[in-house]
């Protein structure tokens, strides 16, 4: 079974730090750019990180720059987000994808990706 299965997630208070675990099983995971999407209450879907497949070139969204590293283990199929200095903006369900289909700077859906994770909730107090 082709899947994406996010873990980390829970509640911390602003300044805080959690790391995001995104866990590939059933395709060749390696092959694949990842990305980072969050959606806020009531908003729409925003583009946090992305990871090229080798590892080599990553992207974050100005919002997040300077707080949050995406990284890979190509070995363990696993891609993670280490999130610091974390702002109750960052409230979000968070969600791992793979297999982009459209643009990555364009408007978002889960339909223009071919591996879409479960989500986990990030909660930020302040």
């Known amino acids: 079974q082709d899947q994406l299965v996010e873990s980390g997630g829970g509640s911390v208070q602003a300044g805080g730090s959690l790391r995001l675990s995104c866990a590939a099983s059933g395709f060749t995971f390696s092959n694949y750019d990842v990305y980072w999407v969050r959606q806020a209450p009531g908003k729409g879907l925003e583009r946090v990180s992305r990871?090229?497949?080798?590892?080599?070139?990553?992207y974050y969204a100005d919002s997040v720059k300077g707080r949050f590293t995406i990284s890979r283990d190509n070995a363990k199929n696993t891609v993670y987000l280490q999130m610091n200095s974390l702002k109750p903006e960052d409230t979000a369900m968070y969600y791992c994808a793979a297999g982009l289909t459209g643009s990555w700077y364009g408007p978002l859906s889960p339909a223009d990706f071919r591996y879409w994770g479960q989500g986990t909730q990030v909660t930020v107090s302040s």
């Open positions: 990871i090229y497949s080798g590892g080599w070139a990553t």
